[in-house]
């Protein structure tokens, strides 16, 4: 069993940054692959990056690429996720997940946080 807790949401400037953090309980958490989706209001939930269990590798959805940054730290069981270069389309909800592989991560969740809102005025 894996627990999600977001934090670190808030309202920015267009052009600023904002950092997340996750904090996850449970001893899975160390083999999972981890992300963070979010959802503006009317719309679905969007995939934005994952890394996987150690690190090593990571996907950003084509939107945050090159301004947002996902990293893990397994000894103090977090995942961060740095965003720069915040536009208002950022906007969302942002939630963090664990799936037990990535296929799983994108398309079969396994867990998810409560989420942490995210405003981005123009």
């Given at each position: 069993?894996?627990?999600?807790?977001?934090?670190?949401?808030?309202?920015?400037?267009?052009?600023?940054?904002?950092?997340?953090?996750?904090?996850?309980?449970?001893?899975?958490?160390?083999?999972?692959?981890?992300?963070?989706?979010?959802?503006?209001?009317?719309?679905?939930?969007?995939?934005?990056?994952?890394?996987?269990?150690?690190?090593?590798?990571?996907?950003?959805?084509?939107?945050?690429?090159?301004?947002?940054?996902?990293?893990?730290d397994?000894?103090?069981?977090?995942?961060t996720?740095?965003?720069?270069?915040?536009?208002?389309?950022?906007?969302?909800?942002?939630?963090?997940?664990?799936?037990?592989?990535?296929?799983?991560?994108?398309?079969?969740?396994?867990?998810?946080?409560?989420?942490?809102?995210?405003?981005?005025?123009?």
């Amino acid at each position: 069993q894996v627990q999600l807790v977001e934090s670190g949401g808030g309202l920015v400037q267009a052009g600023g940054s904002l950092r997340l953090s996750c904090a996850a309980s449970g001893d899975p958490f160390r083999t999972y692959t981890m992300g963070w989706f979010r959802q503006a209001p009317g719309k679905e939930r969007e995939f934005v990056a994952r890394i996987s269990h150690d690190g090593s590798d990571t996907y950003y959805a084509d939107s945050v690429k090159g301004r947002f940054t996902i990293s893990r730290d397994n000894a103090k069981v977090t995942v961060t996720l740095q965003m720069n270069r915040l536009k208002p389309e950022d906007t969302a909800v942002y939630y963090c997940a664990a799936g037990s592989t990535w296929y799983r991560l994108q398309y079969a969740t396994d867990y998810w946080g409560q989420g942490t809102q995210v405003t981005v005025s123009s």
